[in-house]
């Protein structure tokens, strides 16, 4: 990120600093569940307030329709945890660029800070519309991105805001691109890329990518299915892409010719309805009944995928092995999620997304080396894709 200006580089005292950060948060009947993505931005925010910044910051939170003001999608939950963790003051806009954003953010002392309500409360945030761009420019002097969750999107508060004010990079921004990049160029060796999730054709890109730079490919979830079909399996009524066999049998003849290791699941966890409650079965995948789902990869994958990872200098893991949110179906993920854990020697690196609320689940975050905020943003990062949010804060 040599190109890029960051947050150090920032003579932020009194001036009012507009800061994208990532408060995209789970919140039960008004309160913050999780506040990890929160905690995320604590450095520069922290950073910002100690060196006497008059701190704005922006986020998004949910899919709400962008005709206005909707309850169940407010920032406020957020804005009160994040008063508990700062232990001081924060103070809420009811708007997001309207009359009380405006007279709040103009009332701001040094080391102060205001949170605006959810932008996509305003439609224009997700068109990069330039008159609302403009409008969140002037409530600010300078601009921080460290919302890498969001870097994959050319929105107003992630690209368009950072032609108009001096653009610098958050600490969360820099340590996301420079660890994804650095896992990317100069792997410790052996790397043992872990990918799950449900469809093939979500994650080919992310697949090719790491064939290129991994020694060991592990997959998972209901996408090995459609590798299986690819290696003449019967897979029951599994979750399948009857398009993608054929770009799957591509990609384990890749495999082969590059000298990757493409472990796949040997067996799996079946039952005869999606739910918590079915009646289940493990079987091996040479054998898995007709009128059955596999739903989550069996012990003897389990041990075969942990001996993989115990080996490893490098590990990065993006999506679960199964269905890891019901119990019946929590054992192969978590078995994974444990043998990451317990790689204290490697440098592990969670891709965001579901990986995160596993290794959360199970409480194993904090023996993760790097847990990524970012999913789809990790993910496109990984395959090789410019970032918007990162591209729009070059000089």
């Not at 001081?88 to 309500?117: C, H, I, N, Y």
């Not at 994974?336 to 975050?365: R, W, Y």
Request: with cysteine; aromatic share 6%.
């Amino acid at each position: 990120m040599a190109d890029i200006a960051t947050v150090d580089q920032l003579d932020a005292r009194g001036k009012r600093v507009l800061v994208r950060v990532d408060f995209n948060v789970p919140v039960a009947d008004g309160v913050c569940s999780d506040d990890t993505r929160i905690r995320a931005a604590l450095p520069t925010i922290e950073k910002l307030i100690d060196e006497g910044a008059r701190v704005i910051l922006m986020s998004h939170l949910g899919r709400p329709s962008g005709e206005g003001f909707e309850e169940k999608f407010t920032l406020r939950p957020a804005a009160l945890r994040l008063s508990e963790l700062l232990g001081r003051p924060v103070a809420f806009a009811s708007d997001t660029v309207g009359p009380d954003a405006q007279a709040k953010a103009a009332a701001l002392q040094d080391g102060q800070v205001l949170v605006l309500e959810n932008l996509r409360f305003d439609k224009r945030e997700k068109k990069n519309d330039p008159e609302f761009c403009q409008e969140l420019a002037k409530l600010g002097e300078a601009y921080v991105n460290d919302a890498f969750g969001t870097a994959h999107r050319a929105h107003a508060s992630t690209a368009g805001v950072a032609a108009l004010l001096p653009a610098y990079a958050g600490y969360l921004m820099q340590n996301e691109v420079a660890t994804l990049t650095g896992m990317l160029d100069e792997p410790r060796r052996p790397f043992v890329a872990i990918l799950g999730g449900s469809k093939v054709s979500d994650k080919i890109k992310v697949i090719d990518a790491l064939m290129d730079k991994c020694d060991t490919l592990i997959i998972g979830g209901g996408m090995c299915f459609t590798f299986l079909l690819a290696q003449g399996k019967q897979v029951g009524t599994s979750l399948k892409e009857e398009d993608w066999v054929e770009r799957a049998a591509a990609m384990l003849r890749k495999a082969e010719e590059r000298g990757v290791k493409l472990l796949l699941p040997v067996d799996v966890v079946c039952a005869d309805k999606f739910a918590e409650d079915a009646n289940t079965k493990t079987v091996s995948v040479d054998d898995v009944p007709a009128d059955m789902m596999g739903l989550d990869v069996g012990p003897e994958t389990a041990k075969l995928y942990a001996q993989a990872i115990s080996q490893a200098a490098t590990v990065f893991w993006n999506g679960p092995m199964g269905v890891f949110e019901m119990e019946a179906f929590a054992a192969g993920t978590k078995a994974v999620a444990e043998a990451v854990a317990e790689n204290q020697l490697g440098d592990t690196i969670i891709g965001g997304g579901d990986s995160v609320a596993a290794v959360n689940k199970f409480d194993l975050a904090d023996r993760m080396t790097f847990i990524s905020t970012g999913g789809g943003a990790s993910m496109e990062l990984v395959q090789g894709e410019a970032l918007p949010g990162v591209e729009a804060l070059k000089r």
